[in-house]
């Protein structure tokens, strides 16, 4: 049904995936002290420079992904990035009640964007 499209819907595919890290990696910006005194909190060392590679990468390979440029090591790349951020910034464990569902909420939509992702890498879009 969709054959004649494949190529309009890996676009969209791309650029929603890719466009959703931009704006995360510029939102990041934004709110970069917030992030980083919620990074060192956690553990992580070197909570600034950590933060600011994390922005780089998102806005990078999101934007890579988004233009269909060097998509699958992009797309890679933001799965590693998804492997790290997710346990950081929703640690289910750690809390109870709505904050716990809103916790797993995260991690199952990360697991959902990996997957998308690897989608995109098995296509070779």
């Known amino acids: 049904m969709f054959e004649n499209f494949q190529n309009e819907i890996l676009f969209a595919a791309r650029l929603l995936l890719g466009g959703a890290f931009v704006f995360a990696g510029l939102r990041n910006i934004q709110n970069r002290i917030l992030v980083a005194s919620l990074m060192a909190a956690r553990g992580v060392p070197q909570a600034g420079p950590a933060l600011w590679?994390?922005?780089v990468l998102q806005v990078v390979?999101?934007?890579?992904?988004?233009a269909g440029?060097?998509?699958a090591p992009a797309a890679a790349s933001l799965i590693?990035?998804?492997i790290v951020a997710t346990p950081m910034f929703h640690n289910f464990w750690d809390h109870q009640g709505p904050d716990r569902?809103?916790?797993?909420?995260g991690v199952v939509g990360n697991v959902a964007l990996a997957g998308g992702f690897l989608a995109l890498i098995a296509q070779g879009a």
């Open 101 to 105: 569902a809103a916790r797993i909420n």
């Open 69 to 71: 440029l060097w998509t």
């Open 53 to 55: 590679l994390g922005i």
């Open 61 to 66: 390979a999101g934007a890579l992904l988004a």
């Open 80 to 82: 590693l990035f998804l």
